[in-house]
């Protein structure tokens, strides 16, 4: 029998595993359209250099152009998630688990908590002044 408590703290816990796998998944998949990026451009200057030898000024133009419309285009990277030390319920720091090669679970997406309106200080009401005494 669990309580709700650690219900919640798994469900939580999974949370967290999806956002590091999305993360890890678009860090793979932006190394992987790097190196398709690569090759392509690779591809495109040994087309290039072969017109040039055999002498080819059309295809060496239509490869020049490629290129170049190829240098323009650049992925937008996502931005960066900061990672801090998992912890359990007792706050002792968690293991990475050796059978799970491709995911930590040593460290968690950093939590960052929502920001709040600061509400404006009030000035207090001004006291009355006092009242000069006579002396009689």
Do not use: W
């Amino acid at each position: 029998m669990t309580t709700s408590y650690v219900l919640e703290k798994q469900e939580e816990l999974k949370a967290i595993k999806k956002l590091e796998r999305q993360a890890e998944k678009l860090i793979r998949d932006k190394e992987e359209a790097a190196k398709k990026a690569a090759a392509r451009a690779d591809s495109l200057r040994l087309a290039a250099k072969m017109a040039r030898i055999n002498g080819d000024e059309v295809a060496q133009a239509a490869a020049e152009k490629e290129i170049a419309a190829n240098a323009k285009v650049e992925m937008v990277a996502p931005a960066p998630v900061e990672m801090e030390r998992a912890r359990d319920d007792k706050g002792h720091y968690v293991a990475d688990d050796p059978s799970t090669p491709d995911i930590n679970e040593a460290f968690v997406p950093k939590k960052t908590a929502p920001k709040k309106k600061v509400a404006p200080k009030k000035k207090a009401a001004a006291k009355p002044k006092a009242k000069a005494r006579s002396k009689k």
